[in-house]
């Protein structure tokens, strides 16, 4: 035998074994799976990828397997898609008690109620349906121009809302076609892990693929860093404060970003008190004031300031005295001398992330009733909970004297995050003043944060909005590449 034909039989031999070792991999995979020897991933799929169900210690091993179930995702077609869409829908929806007492039992902040109603209205998450084809015809033809998938794209989920953030995710990127890798918060991975296996499970078992959405189990920096350099990786999204963001944005790859924010309030003379004291008290008692787009300082008119406290303490508000004040933000804030003698920067104390009124209650040495929602206090526009985005169920109530001045103070507050911002007021000209001013990519007029979100307003939901790349409220979109279908000088019938 020639070396010749030797080199040949022998690169026969490892192709067919190669391709013998896929398919083996593959073969109690129902009709839609597919995979191995084809699955995109150059050789590096291997048998380990069966049974983890998206759950993987390694990230490298997770971007491999996702990249498998992104090619699988292609031969499932829009059907496939829209059945992932349904089940992680209705699974979020009938585990919302479960999982929602699991996400406070592991991150213990937050409020189980809303927990809970977050992963019910998922269902106002867009999926498959949002993806609709733009078409032009004329004297040359027609044109069509579809929103097609980028691959995989690697995620980072915030502790404030881990299963919502993860599960909505799926929900977008999936339908757009891609497949997903996770590297969630620390503190909230194990809830992320068990409701992502849930997931694949059931997905699995209806269309065949495993790993459309995979996580890493105990992310790390590394993990992170992993994910970012992963060839298969060709998108990011990212939702979390400014490290992430920072973080994403070096990486040399594109990257979506919901960032953080710092909602500023303003209340005029025109506004209905009542009517904005309960938004206020609802937006910002949502969650323990989790969200971010949660209202998180008040500017009210000097001349209604008093009204609007008035209505907030018949609404569950508990006002606090400037005592009281400064012992919660002794307790709430770590103050650390500036550089260079510079002013002293605070930073929030994560044990009151997120905690119940009570816990700030007691640190604030005062006594309030049961149901109370909120706490809140007047303070001057520099106070450190004004300044920082503190995530906790107290606000600050700042008085000013114009509209003018309201709006260039909430300007300062919100840091040109461009995220939220609020106005309670009925004098369009003040809207629009606001509007144009702060230029946040929700503002929300005459109702609680979350109409801004779909509850209670008009739009749709997601939980990662994308501040400082532009991208707004996530939706299957935002996961596509526009691809061009030309026909020349055909098909114009008419
Ligand atoms: P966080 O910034 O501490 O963590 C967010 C995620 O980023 C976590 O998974 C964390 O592990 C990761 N992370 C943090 N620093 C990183 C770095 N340098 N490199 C790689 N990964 C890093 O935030 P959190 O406390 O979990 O969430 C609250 C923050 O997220 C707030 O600032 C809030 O406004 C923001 N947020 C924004 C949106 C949005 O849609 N824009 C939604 C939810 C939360």
């Not at 068990?194 to 209806?206: K, V």
């Not at 209340?267 to 787009?293: E, K, P, S």
């Not at 119940?356 to 005062?366: K, Q």
């Amino acid at each position: 035998m020639s070396s010749v034909n030797e080199m040949l039989i022998r690169e026969i031999v490892s192709e067919v074994l190669g391709r013998l070792g896929a398919a083996g991999a593959v073969s109690s995979v129902p009709a839609a799976g597919g995979g191995g020897a084809q699955c995109g991933c150059g050789g590096k799929a291997g048998t380990g990828f069966r049974g983890k169900f998206g759950v993987f210690q390694d990230a490298t091993e997770a971007c491999n397997a996702a990249q498998e179930a992104f090619v699988q995702l292609q031969k499932s077609g829009i059907a496939g898609r829209r059945r992932i869409e349904e089940i992680v829908k209705e699974l979020a929806e009938t585990n919302a008690e479960e999982w929602g007492r699991v996400e406070l039992e592991e991150t213990k902040i937050g409020r189980l109620d809303h927990k809970i109603e977050k992963l019910k209205i998922l269902k106002l998450v867009p999926g498959v349906d949002w993806l609709r084809p733009d078409a032009r015809s004329g004297d040359h033809g027609i044109m069509l121009e579809e929103y097609t998938p980028f691959g995989v794209v690697g995620a980072v989920t915030p502790s404030t809302h881990s299963i919502p953030t993860m599960s909505g995710n799926i929900v977008n990127i999936v339908a757009a076609g891609n497949s997903v890798v996770f590297n969630p918060h620390p503190s909230a991975a194990k809830c992320a892990a068990m409701a992502l296996r849930r997931y694949n499970e059931a997905i699995y078992r209806e269309i065949g693929i495993e790993n459309v959405a995979c996580i890493v189990e105990q992310p790390t920096m590394d993990s992170f860093k992993a994910i970012c350099s992963h060839d298969a990786i060709r998108l990011l999204l990212v939702t979390g404060g400014p490290g992430v963001v920072k973080a994403a944005m070096q990486t040399g790859k594109r990257a979506i970003c919901a960032g953080p924010g710092n909602p500023p309030v303003l209340v005029d003379d025109t506004a209905c008190m009542q009517r904005a004291a309960r938004a206020i008290i609802q937006g910002a008692a949502y969650d323990n004031n989790l969200l971010c787009i949660g209202e998180k300082e008040v500017f009210a008119l000097d001349t209604i300031a008093e009204k609007l406290m008035v209505e907030m303490e018949k609404n569950g508000g508990v006002r606090l005295s400037a005592g009281q004040l400064e012992a919660l933000t002794k307790a709430a804030f770590t103050f650390k001398e500036g550089q260079g003698g510079g002013c002293a920067h605070a930073s929030v104390n994560r044990d009151f992330i997120g905690k119940d009124p009570i816990v700030l209650a007691r640190a604030a040495g005062v006594t309030i009733p049961a149901g109370t929602q909120l706490l809140f206090a007047e303070t001057e526009a520099d106070h450190a909970f004004v300044v920082e985005e503190q995530m906790m169920p107290f606000v600050p109530v700042v008085r000013v004297r114009s509209v003018e001045e309201g709006v260039a103070r909430a300007v300062e507050a919100e840091h040109g995050y461009k995220h939220t911002s609020i106005i309670h007021s009925h004098d369009v000209e003040a809207m629009t003043a606001m509007g144009r001013a702060l230029d946040t990519t929700l503002f929300i007029k005459n109702g609680p944060s979350m109409a801004g979100l779909g509850l209670g307003g008009e739009g749709y939901l997601s939980f990662s909005i994308a501040t400082p790349t532009g991208e707004g409220v996530s939706n299957p979109r935002t996961f596509t590449r526009v691809r061009r279908c030309v026909m020349v000088d055909n098909l114009r019938i008419y």
